[in-house]
């Protein structure tokens, strides 16, 4: 049975073979596993980084902010808010504008708003009509 030389050359060959496949397989295993936990270690790196940095920014923004409020300047808060207040006093008033008619322009104009602004703060076109509709 063993009395060929190709029989016997083939067997080594394919044990061979199948011994470097396995060899080839274990170490691509083993450096999966190692780009595994480098990757890893990599991850925690830069979150530990992320993170230092987020309380470093957060640190800085509380000494900063301690800073104004002991020279007894505004923070942003504080000026935002006053700006917002003001809107809304501007726009409070814009709300209550009164109408009066005017006899001289024949055209009701507001009493309290000056005649510069009205066109900004009316959306229609200001035209003379008469008083009395009744004619119609």
């Not at 011994?19 to 080839?24: D, I, K």
């Not at 709300?95 to 229609?124: G, H, M, Y």
């Amino acid at each position: 049975m063993w009395d060929n030389g190709n029989t016997v050359g083939m067997l080594v060959c394919m044990i061979f073979y199948a011994g470097t496949t396995v060899l080839a397989l274990y170490l691509w295993e083993k450096e999966k596993a190692k780009s595994r936990r480098w990757k890893r270690s990599y991850k925690n790196i830069a979150h530990l980084y992320l993170s230092e940095t987020d309380k470093l920014r957060d640190e800085a923004e509380r000494e900063r902010e301690s800073r104004l409020a002991a020279e007894g300047e505004s923070t942003e808060w504080e000026i935002h808010y006053h700006e917002l207040e003001q809107k809304c006093k501007a726009m409070q008033e814009d709300r209550e504008v009164r109408w009066v008619w005017d006899p001289q322009r024949a055209c009701w104009l507001p009493s309290n708003l000056p005649i510069r602004n009205l066109a900004t703060k009316v959306p229609f076109p200001i035209v003379p009509i008469k008083q009395d509709d009744t004619e119609d």
